[in-house]
């Protein structure tokens, strides 16, 4: 069993070929530091995996810890998470434990080095895991590395009970009453107190401020007041999350198993039809276009002599509606992200990523800074200085867009995004802009063309879009058109987001990324689904390597 610090979100079994006679299985889990979700909700997703294995003398040889050297210090939470770790296992399958260092390629080998000495000299850290048996490995990215510690845990004949297993379903305890549950439950009531605390002060401020008609400052407070209130709530509602027993986790995991595989169905049964009727689709526009192209060349003679020709309703069908030049035009958003199919780029100012050859990371003195994918490998790309390029194949797939290009000068866009047959917006920085899309999303663009900051094209016309003029108070539209579930939840229990960044897979009903901010405070924080497990583990790794960045101190060229 391998146990993340971060990125997964599930319970993953993965088979390996140790031998041409062997197959061992790998269990993946989610880690106690995940951001999306509760440290309530991770171990009631590993208790529920671990204690129904158990039941079905399916047993561990061994687990697998990871942590990432290229972090500064053991956080708090971090050690808390570390200490839940160890009552969920026990100390009897400490022994079957490699806790191993990744991430080693972001950090010099000295410091690395002094961070993992301290790791394993302080029993609050690994040093009593170690003392109990443990080892530490180093964990690189080679197939070598991985495949040593696979063989550590896997040439024995000594398979494991961990704690919560043997707590769950041989004493029947509730998962409250388990060593890790205790744990995790003794948190939350600290938590919950602290926070109970912190908001009676802001009440005994906001009498304060009361007394002294102080409006502004009572709508502060009671903004605060009402931020731990919902703090409250939800340690709560973790704590009675926890008061269940392993039939009532079971049949709450089977409940959602139904649940996913009736909405995966329905999913299927959808992008099938939607895939026919794109096909259907372009192969209408590759028509339109050659009809297009016949009356173009037809019409050029005519067209010197008089600027001016009456326009048919028929191609004004044809054509997406036209600029608008808006007052007021958004900032930049720092950070682009966008996916298409197998294809992805993810940019920042201080970290860039991708996977495919185009667009480059730098071209000349000149860095990225946004991207976004089309169709069959199309791609627009800004640079540093105000400067764009795009892939060859550009205005074949995107003629519209081309021409207004033509037009008003590529190095003039200020933000271009573009999305499944021909659909695309882009604004020029004098306020112009150019859209193709549904006639709902069309009026949108055209209402709010200048103050747009991030749009995302999904499956079967779905969208997404954020406008603003500030970049932590932005609002969004949205229209799902019922895919994207996890996207849909987060949105349902999230409020007040300002989404920085989008990026909706046309390829897909489920994968996206979004980079937002919330009212709790003004740092950048990222969600993403993935099927792909590569692409799952690239995002993660670029929003690490990102956090990373921004807290070491800027240094200038001597």
Known sequence: MTLR????????????????????YLIDTPGFDD??????????????WLGDSYQNKILLHGIIYLHRISDVRMQGSAKRNLLT??????????????????????????EGARREKELQDRPEFWGWMISKGSSCHQLDNTAESKKR???????????????????????RRRLDQTSAGRELRSELIREREKWEKEREEIRRQMEEAIKKSDREAQEALEEERERYTRMIKKAEKNTNALRSTMEELIARRDKKVVEIEKRMKEQQAAHDKELKRMKAEQARIEKEKVKLGKKSSE?????????????????????????????EIAPLSPYSVSKYGERFVL????????????????AGSEWRESASFGDDGTWIARFSEKSWKMSQNFTRYYPYVGAKIDSHGLNNLDVCFLGPLQRHFARWQDGRVCYHASADLNAQFKTLGSQIVAVAFGFGDSYIFSYGTDLFKLRHCRDLKGYYLGLQQFFDQAKALSIIAIALDPMSTTDYIIVYTHDDDELYHIQWHCAGISISVAIRDWWNLTIQRYKEPETNPS
Not at 85 to 108: N, P, Q
Not at 156 to 171: G, K, N, R, W
Not at 307 to 323: A, G, H, L, N
Request: proline content about 9%; overall charge neutral.
């Open 5 to 24: 610090q971060t990125g997964t979100s599930t319970v993953t079994v993965y088979p390996y070929t140790l031998s041409p006679s062997r197959t061992v």
């Open 85 to 110: 770790f160890k009552e969920l296992c026990g100390e009897k399958a400490l022994s079957k434990v490699i806790l191993a260092t990744t991430m080693w390629d972001k950090v010099e080998e000295q």
């Open 149 to 171: 510690i696979v063989h550590l845990l896997a040439n024995h004949d000594e398979p494991v009970a961990t704690d919560i297993q043997t707590q769950l379903v041989d004493e």
């Open 35 to 48: 951001t999306n979700r509760s440290d309530t909700e991770v171990l009631d997703t590993i208790a529920t």
């Open 299 to 327: 019409k050029k003679p005519r067209e010197k002599k008089s600027s001016k020709k009456p326009t048919s309703k028929k191609s004004k069908e044809q054509s997406p509606p036209s600029e608008d030049v808006p007052m």
């Open 347 to 362: 940019t920042n100012p201080k970290v860039r990523h991708r996977n495919s050859p185009f667009p480059l990371d730098q």
